[in-house]
Structure formats: structure tokens, C-alpha cells
């Protein structure tokens, strides 16, 4: 049962952690800081701006874009890594409205992460009157999706409950009354296998920095389906989405393919970083990390609800329904996570009572779950929350 899982060697992890954050923020792979300072001194070092071709610089957020979405289910050719989760919801949202213009509805859920849901504001201040974002309870999302539908903006797994909506018929549901599907995979790529064209999802966003382990900021991802490829129309249309961006034209053409959706010059250091993290991922098999990962979770909620009676789980119990999180709801929960942070276990708190826990089978074990419970117990059983320093919150929880 405790078998060391052998990519756990290629993260550079400290000692003394117990790290279940990574579905905010990744474990640092050791080959990232070999390729930064390769890419720093060899390649912008040496080669200076003869490295966009030499080294093939220009191409990286189609490269990159590529390994991603072998992660998701998504062919060659169609996903980009690229500005930020939120600068590509919107993009991709607006491109998406622009395919259903006699449509001015986008259906998202209050379970969806905040940025998501302003963006979407954004864009309907943006455009004519008549648009409207339009909620409605996670559980009643996919009735509530009738042909007044443009866009289903939906986030796969909720960054709060972990709760996990069903890609496959909530796209079904979508394409049945007309309307199109974005998908958020923040929680979900490099967490479990997503099948974006199998279930013949639109549109998809996805971030960098979490269970990619691209490092803080990392660059997002998009993905544009096949089909709406040579029909799409961006907002953000600058110049390194143009068809011949060195051509200097004054008026913009589309670039084919998803290469569309990209906007400035690409940050090379970071997607060279993105780029060497994605290589933890070779080799594996997704179902398999998934399986892993309900594995930990299920002894994890076994452990800390025999241990801390005092929790109260609110993920869902069937590991079908749940992304590769568990959370759980308890009093003055900012302190008690602080207080377990200083016991060395990290995870995170989100408001107003939740204390949240991600399982990354890359780099964690049954034997990493244990321990994470007992101290658990320790914080609870002697209140060790209870402390003025634990009360102070700081900027970023
Ligand atoms: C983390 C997260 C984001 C983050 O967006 P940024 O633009 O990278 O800040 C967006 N959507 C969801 C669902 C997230 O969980």
C-alpha cells in the first residue's frame, strides 16, 4: 500500500511538508530549474533575439499547447498555452458569443469561480444591451440550458465543494438546444483524464500553475474545437494571432487554426518553465493518477472524520462526483488552517469556512495522507488554532 510513488524523485519538495496544495498552487519539478537557467543563459544568453527562430521561441505556445492537451483530450493543433486563465475566458467567451449572435444568454452556476463570472459581467457591459449572464444553482444547470442559451460557461470542478459537473451531458444538453460549451479545467487538467473532443466540448480555458505545475503565473491554456477553428472570431485580435505577423499589414487576418487566439509576444521564460514541467506527465497514465488520487482522497475523509468529529465534510462522498479535492467545513477554519500550516501541512483556506486539501498522486502517498490526519487532529483535539497569530489574515489565503 505504501509504495513510494517513483515520480515523487523528480519534484524538489521540502523536507518537513506535507504538501496538499496543489490544486493552487504545484510542487516546484526539479527539471524546471535546469531548463530556467539553460533557457536564461544558453538560449537568451547567448543567442539574443536570433533565439525566436533558433530556438524555436515563436512556437512555444502551439508546442506547449500541444503536450496540454494530450492531458485533455484534445488533439494537435487545437489548444494554445497563453495569457492567463481569465484574459482567455474572455477571449474565448466573446468568440463564442460571436458564433451564436441571435442568442444573448451565457448560463454559468454560483459554484463557478469568481473570475469567470466577471469576465462574463465584463463582457456583457461591453456589448450591446440585451446580453445577460445569467445563474443558476450547480444542481440546476443542466436543466435550466433552452435554446434562449448562447454559452454554457461551466468550471468543471468547483474550487470550493470539489463537486464535478459531467462534461459529456452537460455538452449534450448544450448542443441540443443550440448553444455551445466553455469549459474552466483549472481543477481538472493534470488532476484526471479529461476527454474534451470525445465529449465534444467547444470551447475550454485551463490554468498553468495548478496541477500543471507550470510555477506562479504560469501561463494558462485554450482550446478551440476543430470545428469552430476557421469560424471564430477574437476580440483580442493582436498581432501574433495576425496570418503573418512580420508582414506589418495595417489591417488584422486571422492566423488558421487555434494560432488565432493568441494575442502578444509569448513569454518565453515562463513557458520554457511550463514547458519542462509538463514532462513530469510523460509516460503516465492518467486513469491510473486518478485512480491514486481516489484513493488518498477516500482515506483521507476516512481518517480526519474518525479523528476530527468536529469537521464537516461538504465535497461530495462519491468520488465520481468530486475532482481531486476535499474539503471541509469547519469554525474559524482561516486559523485552523493556519495552525496546520505550521505543523507543517499545507493546504488552503477559501471563505467563509471552508479548509480545502488537493491530492496530487504525483508527489503524494498513503503514508503523506496519515500523517496529514494526525496533525489535523492535533490542531483540533488541542485547539492549537486557537492563537492570535492563526487570526490574522493575510492577503492571500
Ligand atoms: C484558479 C482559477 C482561475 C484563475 O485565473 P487566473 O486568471 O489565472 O487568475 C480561473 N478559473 C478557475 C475555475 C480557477 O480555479
Same mark, same amino acid.
Request: net charge negative; aromatic share 8%; charged share 25%.
Given at each position: 500500500?505504501?509504495?513510494?510513488?517513483?515520480?515523487?524523485?523528480?519534484?524538489?519538495?521540502?523536507?518537513?511538508?506535507?504538501?496538499?496544495?496543489?490544486?493552487?498552487?504545484?510542487?516546484?519539478?526539479?527539471?524546471?530549474?535546469?531548463?530556467?537557467?539553460?533557457?536564461?543563459?544558453?538560449?537568451?544568453?547567448?543567442?539574443?533575439?536570433?533565439?525566436?527562430?533558433?530556438?524555436?521561441?515563436?512556437?512555444?505556445?502551439?508546442?506547449?499547447?500541444?503536450?496540454?492537451?494530450?492531458?485533455?483530450?484534445?488533439?494537435?493543433?487545437?489548444?494554445?498555452?497563453?495569457?492567463?486563465?481569465?484574459?482567455?475566458?474572455?477571449?474565448?467567451?466573446?468568440?463564442?458569443?460571436?458564433?451564436?449572435?441571435?442568442?444573448?444568454?451565457?448560463?454559468?452556476?454560483?459554484?463557478?469561480?469568481?473570475?469567470?463570472?466577471?469576465?462574463?459581467?465584463?463582457?456583457?457591459?461591453?456589448?450591446?444591451?440585451?446580453?445577460?449572464?445569467?445563474?443558476?444553482?450547480?444542481?440546476?444547470?443542466?436543466?435550466?440550458?433552452?435554446?434562449?442559451?448562447?454559452?454554457?460557461?461551466?468550471?468543471?470542478?468547483?474550487?470550493?465543494?470539489?463537486?464535478?459537473?459531467?462534461?459529456?451531458?452537460?455538452?449534450?444538453?448544450?448542443?441540443?438546444?443550440?448553444?455551445?460549451?466553455?469549459?474552466?479545467?483549472?481543477?481538472?487538467?493534470?488532476?484526471?483524464?479529461?476527454?474534451?473532443?470525445?465529449?465534444?466540448?467547444?470551447?475550454?480555458?485551463?490554468?498553468?500553475?495548478?496541477?500543471?505545475?507550470?510555477?506562479?503565473?504560469?501561463?494558462?491554456?485554450?482550446?478551440?474545437?476543430?470545428?469552430?477553428?476557421?469560424?471564430?472570431?477574437?476580440?483580442?485580435?493582436?498581432?501574433?494571432?495576425?496570418?503573418?505577423?512580420?508582414?506589418?499589414?495595417?489591417?488584422?487576418?486571422?492566423?488558421?487554426?487555434?494560432?488565432?487566439?493568441?494575442?502578444? #509576444? /509569448?513569454?518565453? *521564460?515562463?513557458?520554457?518553465?511550463?514547458?519542462? =514541467?509538463?514532462? &513530469?506527465?510523460?509516460? %503516465?497514465?492518467? @486513469?491510473?493518477?486518478?485512480?491514486?488520487?481516489?484513493?488518498?482522497?477516500?482515506?483521507?475523509?476516512?481518517?480526519?472524520?474518525?479523528?476530527?468529529?468536529?469537521?464537516?465534510?461538504?465535497?461530495?462522498?462519491?468520488?465520481?462526483?468530486?475532482?481531486?479535492?476535499?474539503?471541509?467545513?469547519?469554525?474559524?477554519?482561516?486559523?485552523?488552517?493556519?495552525?496546520?500550516?505550521?505543523?507543517?501541512?499545507?493546504?488552503?483556506?477559501?471563505?467563509?469556512?471552508?479548509?480545502?486539501?488537493?491530492? #496530487? /498522486?504525483?508527489? *503524494?502517498?498513503?503514508?503523506?495522507?496519515?500523517? =496529514?490526519?494526525? &496533525?489535523?487532529?492535533? %490542531?483540533?483535539? @488541542?485547539?492549537?488554532?486557537?492563537?492570535?497569530?492563526?487570526?490574522?489574515?493575510?492577503?492571500?489565503?
Amino acid at each position: 500500500m505504501n509504495e513510494k510513488l517513483p515520480r515523487k524523485e523528480l519534484f524538489s519538495l521540502p523536507e518537513s511538508v506535507i504538501y496538499l496544495d496543489g490544486n493552487s498552487l504545484g510542487v516546484l519539478p526539479k527539471g524546471v530549474s535546469q531548463r530556467l537557467k539553460d533557457t536564461v543563459e544558453n538560449e537568451w544568453g547567448r543567442s539574443l533575439i536570433t533565439g525566436w527562430n533558433e530556438h524555436s521561441w515563436i512556437d512555444m505556445p502551439e508546442c506547449v499547447g500541444d503536450k496540454i492537451g494530450r492531458l485533455v483530450g484534445a488533439p494537435s493543433g487545437t489548444v494554445i498555452a497563453s495569457d492567463s486563465t481569465s484574459i482567455n475566458v474572455f477571449k474565448v467567451l466573446s468568440a463564442a458569443l460571436n458564433l451564436r449572435p441571435e442568442r444573448k444568454v451565457i448560463l454559468s452556476d454560483t459554484g463557478n469561480f469568481p473570475t469567470d463570472l466577471y469576465v462574463a459581467q465584463g463582457l456583457v457591459r461591453l456589448r450591446e444591451a440585451g446580453y445577460e449572464l445569467r445563474l443558476v444553482k450547480p444542481e440546476d444547470l443542466l436543466h435550466s440550458i433552452d435554446e434562449s442559451i448562447a454559452v454554457v460557461l461551466v468550471t468543471e470542478v468547483d474550487y470550493r465543494t470539489g463537486r464535478r459537473h459531467n462534461m459529456k451531458d452537460l455538452t449534450a444538453a448544450a448542443h441540443n438546444a443550440g448553444a455551445l460549451t466553455l469549459w474552466d479545467l483549472a481543477h481538472s487538467a493534470g488532476a484526471f483524464p479529461v476527454y474534451l473532443e470525445e465529449c465534444q466540448a467547444d470551447f475550454a480555458v485551463g490554468c498553468g500553475y495548478k496541477y500543471l505545475n507550470g510555477g506562479p503565473g504560469a501561463p494558462a491554456f485554450l482550446y478551440v474545437s476543430q470545428r469552430h477553428q476557421s469560424r471564430i472570431d477574437t476580440p483580442l485580435s493582436g498581432w501574433m494571432g495576425h496570418e503573418a505577423p512580420f508582414a506589418f499589414q495595417l489591417d488584422y487576418a486571422p492566423a488558421a487554426g487555434v494560432n488565432q487566439m493568441r494575442v502578444g #509576444t /509569448p513569454p518565453v *521564460l515562463a513557458l520554457s518553465a511550463l514547458d519542462a =514541467a509538463l514532462d &513530469v506527465f510523460d509516460g %503516465v497514465c492518467l @486513469e491510473g493518477l486518478w485512480q491514486k488520487s481516489v484513493v488518498l482522497s477516500e482515506l483521507f475523509i476516512e481518517e480526519v472524520e474518525a479523528r476530527c468529529p468536529e469537521l464537516e465534510l461538504v465535497s461530495p462522498r462519491d468520488s465520481k462526483c468530486r475532482g481531486s479535492q476535499v474539503s471541509f467545513k469547519v469554525a474559524e477554519g482561516y486559523a485552523v488552517m493556519q495552525a496546520l500550516i505550521a505543523g507543517g501541512v499545507i493546504g488552503d483556506f477559501r471563505a467563509p469556512d471552508i479548509i480545502r486539501f488537493g491530492f #496530487t /498522486p504525483l508527489y *503524494l502517498d498513503e503514508e503523506d495522507i496519515l500523517k =496529514a490526519a494526525k &496533525v489535523l487532529q492535533r %490542531v483540533m483535539g @488541542e485547539r492549537l488554532w486557537d492563537n492570535e497569530a492563526f487570526y490574522k489574515k493575510a492577503k492571500v489565503t
